[in-house]
């Protein structure tokens, strides 16, 4: 059965260091996501991508994150300066079209920022 | 904005036992997606059970079934039989229709116990 994958599983980076995460969605999928869960807290969504674009967006998402497709089968999570704040467990998803509505999610990469 | 509420922070159940954990929401929306998903210690997750707002008959998927009163604007999801390999948090999520993004709860930790 496909499945999202993620690389690397776990990531220790220096505080204003940047980082690259990376996640390799099912295949035939169109839309990609990316959400954050800080130890102990909820799920919260970060940033939605169909058709080379972002599509929507939270306030978590400021400018110090973007995201990239930069071929047709990664997807890429990039915070360029990391704060300690931004410890938290980091998850891909994707969806494989408007009309499916099921998000299939990746194991995540543990990003811990010291 | 909707909102996804689980009220129940932990839970626990002998194995063989049947179990219902919590979820509310609130939404002005007349049609939406609904889903559980589970978060084993391995911290991946797994989609469990979805429901589409629209359709009155409550979904099941093997020892997993959904309570869902839309008037309540309730979710709960029942397991049957529970099993060690159950013990996981368990999240409630909603998503618009069209929409793009899940919104989590908090999530309940379920235990089994042997």
Not at chain 1, 57 to 72: A, H, L, M, N, T
Not at chain 2, 12 to 31: G, H, P, R
Request: proline residues 4%.
């Amino acid at each position: 059965e496909p499945e999202v994958t993620q690389t690397p599983s776990h990531q220790v980076t220096q505080m204003g260091q940047e980082v690259i995460l990376r996640c390799v969605p099912i295949s035939n999928h169109l839309y990609f996501y990316w959400y954050r869960q800080i130890l102990g807290q909820k799920v919260e969504f970060l940033v939605s991508f169909y058709n080379n674009e972002i599509s929507e967006k939270s306030e978590i998402f400021d400018d110090q994150f973007s995201v990239e497709r930069p071929d047709g089968s990664n997807f890429t999570l990039k915070i360029r300066s990391t704060k300690l704040e931004d410890s938290a467990m980091y998850f891909c998803a994707s969806r494989r079209a408007r009309e499916s509505y099921e998000q299939y999610f990746g194991p995540g990469t543990r990003l811990t920022v010291t | 904005a909707q909102t996804v509420t689980q009220s129940q922070p932990e839970m626990s159940v002998q194995e063989a036992e049947t179990v219902t954990l919590s979820c509310t929401y609130d939404t002005s929306e007349s049609n939406y997606y609904l889903f559980w998903y589970k978060q084993p210690p391995s911290r991946q997750m797994i989609l469990v059970i979805r429901q589409e707002a629209y359709k009155q008959q409550n979904a099941t998927e093997n020892r997993f079934s959904v309570n869902f009163q839309k008037a309540a604007k309730s979710f709960s999801l029942k397991i049957s039989d529970s099993q060690l390999g159950d013990t996981a948090m368990y999240f409630c999520a909603f998503m618009r229709e069209y929409g793009n993004k899940l919104v989590f709860g908090a999530g309940t930790i379920l235990r089994v116990k042997s």
